[in-house]
Nanobody, 125 residues
């Protein structure tokens, strides 16, 4: 099972950008579909974006379409989330997750096998 470590969070003004990274340990990273989720205080964890094994298929939550881009570099065992045009409502703890049993992944958090510890994103108005 892969171990996941997120980085790249921080404080940014509304309209700004951040790029989150998720580094995976282990030699099986390329066989995991990957996803990004987020959780704001008092709210449930929600799906943000997903990507398949090879990186050729991506999908997004409606509220980030056109603003966020998920990508991966299997040679570096890393998945990224480029976040542009950030809004205060994007403030949350962002997690990356790995899905071992599916080529494409899932929008359901319960389907994921491995999780990072999260990185905080705070967007000020």
């Amino acid at each position: 099972q892969v171990q996941l470590v997120e980085s790249g969070g921080g404080l940014v003004q509304a309209g700004g950008s951040l790029r989150l990274s998720c580094a995976a340990s282990g030699r099986t990273f390329s066989s995991y579909a990957m996803g990004w989720f987020r959780q704001a205080p008092g709210k449930e964890r929600e799906f943000v974006a997903g990507i398949n094994w090879g990186g050729g298929s991506t999908y997004y939550a409606e509220f980030v379409k056109g603003r966020f881009t998920i990508s991966r570099d299997n040679a570096k065992n890393t998945v990224y989330l480029q976040m542009n045009s950030l809004k205060p409502e994007d403030t949350a703890l962002y997690y990356c997750a790995g899905h071992r049993r599916s080529y494409l992944g899932s929008r359901a958090a319960l389907d994921y096998d491995a999780w990072g510890q999260g990185t905080q994103v705070t967007v000020s108005s």
